[in-house]
């Protein structure tokens, strides 16, 4: 602030004093000193901030999400929340969202509570191991129904594997990256990807794997053919990617997205070509 001269504090306090009243945004108060913002404090940007229609809108936004559409005493009074009623007051493609997601929404609702509701955080574990159970569920329909899928359409399990599942157990890892990168919490967007296939690897794998010796007393077997020249490939595609992003200097850009897709592709076509050559490119029988 010592940069500004004493007219022009006055000028930003004026236009900040407006703008937490949601008359002005922060051009206004550009708009004031000349056209050029004047150097401000945290603190006087917090206060701003907090008082402005970008905060109190998008406060109201997430807690008339939270509360299920309005359905405590929403603005409208008519709106009606819940599992089972169909939000008439959104958009097209949101009730048709809803409806898609009913079964899902229905079976979830009926098992499980909403931990972040007053008085319900001591089921917060409960609510956690409940829906690592729903997700084994759903991750065993998946698999049953894009094989039945890959048989009926004549398409060999590994493309289906490459390409449908891998991007069906992905969204979700993808939808809540987005979201927490909204919320600036960039490294936990980035640490979620990781952490999720070290999950898988070191706990969705042995996990069965016990079961399965826990309930027929003998151990699992599984085919190790080829598996060194996919661990190097696998390596390769690990270095490829860290060199990719030191090539775009620790960057998320669009460059280094294209090129993520690209070693996709190149890595998909690989393994079919590999599995062609040694004849395992077949469509299972259910």
């Known amino acids: 602030m010592g940069k500004a001269n004493t007219s022009d504090l006055e000028s930003v306090k004026a236009a900040k004093s407006r703008a937490g009243s949601g008359a002005q945004s922060a051009k206004d108060i ?9 150097p401000l404090t945290l603190d006087e940007f917090q206060k701003w901030y907090e008082n402005s229609l970008f905060w109190t809108d998008r406060a109201a936004l997430l807690d008339q999400d939270h509360r299920g559409g309005g359905g405590h005493g929403g603005a409208d009074g008519e709106e009606s929340g819940g599992l089972c009623s169909i939000p008439f007051h959104r958009p097209l493609d949101e009730q048709c969202r809803f409806v898609l997601l009913a079964p899902l929404t229905a079976a979830m609702g009926a098992t499980l509570c909403n931990p ?9 574990y409960a609510v956690f191991i409940g829906s690592i159970l729903w997700i084994g569920v759903f991750s065993y329909l998946m698999v049953t129904w894009a094989t039945i899928v890959g048989q009926e359409l004549g398409i060999p399990d590994l493309i289906m594997g490459l390409t449908f599942l891998a991007a069906g157990t992905s969204v979700p890892d993808l939808l809540s990256s987005v979201v927490v990168a909204r919320q600036g919490l960039c490294d936990m967007a980035v640490s979620s990807s990781i952490g999720s296939n070290i999950f898988d690897v070191c706990v969705g794998l042995p996990i069965p794997w016990l079961l399965f010796i826990a309930i027929v007393g003998e151990p699992v077997h599984v085919s190790s053919e080829g598996i060194a020249l996919s661990i190097f490939i696998l390596l ?11 090539v775009c200097n620790w960057a998320l850009t669009k460059t280094l997205g294209y090129t993520m897709f690209a070693l996709y592709f190149v890595y998909v076509i690989q393994e079919v070509a590999r599995a062609a050559a040694n004849g395992t490119l077949s469509v299972s029988s259910c």
């Open 116 to 124: 972040q509701d007053d008085g319900k955080e001591k089921y917060c």
């Open 30 to 38: 550009a708009a004031n000193v000349g056209g050029e913002l004047a």
């Open 236 to 246: 390769g595609m690990l270095a490829a990617t860290v060199a990719t992003i030191m």
